[in-house]
């Protein structure tokens, strides 16, 4: 029998097991009552659908056949998105790619004689004998490709994933299970007690790393981690939409998705107004009006603005404590230093308005029990009366501190420029970490509001303020940052080493780099990287794996090249022209609305992807990826030498999968190379 035969034969017999299976679960009617043991039953139960839903369509994608040392023992293991227990004959039918054993299944690479994973018993060392990729589409087998055959020379590992790597792609970001690469499964499994910080080249599968390491986590650590208290963030809604399919394809839901700034606001109980992202992005981009004040929005970002600012707020804190004896009545006291004992010993874990509270109370008990001395109820009812009247009174002459005020005289003090919206409530972006800070300090953190895990995306965007901030809502070591400097589009104020955040997470951080790059062909890569070696002192360039494709255009920009260009393109399934501006892509979407051309015009605000063909303005690309790409009007005009425009226009390039043309009237831009 040949391979093919044979894999097909086991696909039929391992589908005829789950489909019992899954028959068998579903005709358990579900439990909804009050039981307590039932419901956690019915919880299993549901997990079990659920995984066999999923292993129903494509059980496996991949074979492992090891030696275990120990047992002499040679296992073919089948690994698929999630596990499959045999439940008839009592043995795993197929393995968890998250489960220690299928590690081997990616690290493996050819060359080791003998390896070993950490089982939960102890170490298992053994050989592997044969990895196998099995594609299986409608539970069918379509391909089997050895990428390792114990005595022979192969090198089907790259030609799987170049067979991967070649697909197109439509609207939502994918999962990469069967062609994780060495470095990115260790990234994955990388300990969980340590924050995790990545600077990865465009396409190096950052994005794709961290939703497959918050998989693995929920597996690996489920008694610990709770999906509801894992946390994405990324650049905005249209981002969240398209990377949100990713985690239910690998069986994990619930896990919160975000924008820091909608995060934010809502520590701030949504009482503030903030200027939208957009209006920023189009002074900046539009109007190609850096912000007047970035060296004040740098600063603001910093953690010695932090430092000052949480000095200034104890200060502020301990100024407003209570200075004076509590007396109720003639012959009731309570001395200021009683007060102030309980404030700074019993107290000093709470944070000041909880200590506020804490006092409030204790005051109130006070009074009660004092008035337990009078023995005639009226008279005693009527010093309570007082008691708690002289109470509130007190707790008036301890002024509870408003955030907004105490953060404008502390920029006061500073003589930092304060703008009429500011002093009215309405904060800039860059306020807000202070105004969560300011918050924290002053409420502290209860522990049902820190994160697991924390996963922050296009993190070069962020403030080194933002990234401590996010840090004290996260339990120790939970957070993966990931980001690429040579992204980072915003001017002046953006960081240009990650050496800020690693001071924030510590000595204990794993930083790593990625430089292979997965996603576009060996010409784009190259053609990208002459751009990124024009930014001074630019991260890594990105490597590409030898996948070659068709060589970059540059042509003249009108309206009927860029139909043709449309036409030759038009076997692809996603394709986007990057405009410069929002006005050229509003241009653009009409010229090709009259061709009869179905096209979408992308907005900063927009909040769904919707692949096919796509207008937007360059500037709003970042995290995305089309099959093919053209760039419109990169001339000189549009793309003037600076490090915005040579990073716009990496950003721009470095979005394409498999065919990359750029457009231009007039004189070309300088940064592009020859
Ligand atoms: N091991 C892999 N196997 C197959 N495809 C991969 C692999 N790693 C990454 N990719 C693909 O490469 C592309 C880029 O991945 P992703 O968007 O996660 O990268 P990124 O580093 O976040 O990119 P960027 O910073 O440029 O936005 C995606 O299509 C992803 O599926």
Redesign the pocket.
Known sequence: MNQHDYETAVLKASLKKIDRMFTHVQQIPIYRGDDFTQQVLEDRREAKRQSLRIANEEPYFARLDFLDFENEDKKALYIGKVGVHDDEEDHPLVIDWRAPVASLFYSFNGSEEDVYYESPDGIVEGEIQLKRNVVIRGRELKRVVDSYVEGQESSGGDEF?LY??GEQ?DNK??D?VS???AE?NSIIRSDVKKPLLIQ??????????ALHRLAFLLYEYRERLKAERMMIFAPNAMFLDYIAQVLPELGVGDIQQSTYVDWALQKLDDSYEVESTEDRIFTRFELQVEPENQVVIKEKGSLAFRDQLKKYVEEEVANRLPIKDFIPWASGLVQKEKIQEWITQDFAHSAPLKQRERLQARLKRWVEIEVRMFEDEKERKAYKTEGLKAVRSYMNSWKKPDELKLYLNFLQQQNHPISQSLRSGKLFIEDLAPMVYIHQQLIGIDKEARFDHLVI?EAQDLSPFIISLLNDYTRKGGLTI?G?LA?GIHGEEGIVTWDSFIKVLGQNCTYVQ?EKS??STMEIIEYSNGILEQVENHPPLAKPVFRSGEPVKVISYSLSSMLQWLSDVKAYETIAFLTRTKKEAETLALELKEAAISATLIRAGDTTYKGGISILPIYLS??F?FDAVMLTNVSNHHYPNNPVHQKLLYVGC?RA?HSLSLSYEGTLSPIIPL
Not at 200 to 209: E, L, N, P, W
């Open positions: 994933l991967k790597l792609k970001l994918k990469i062609t994780i690469q990115q990865g080249a465009a396409g190096s599968g950052k994005t794709t790393v995306d990931l690429d992204q990625m997965y996603r970042k995290g990826e470095t999968l």
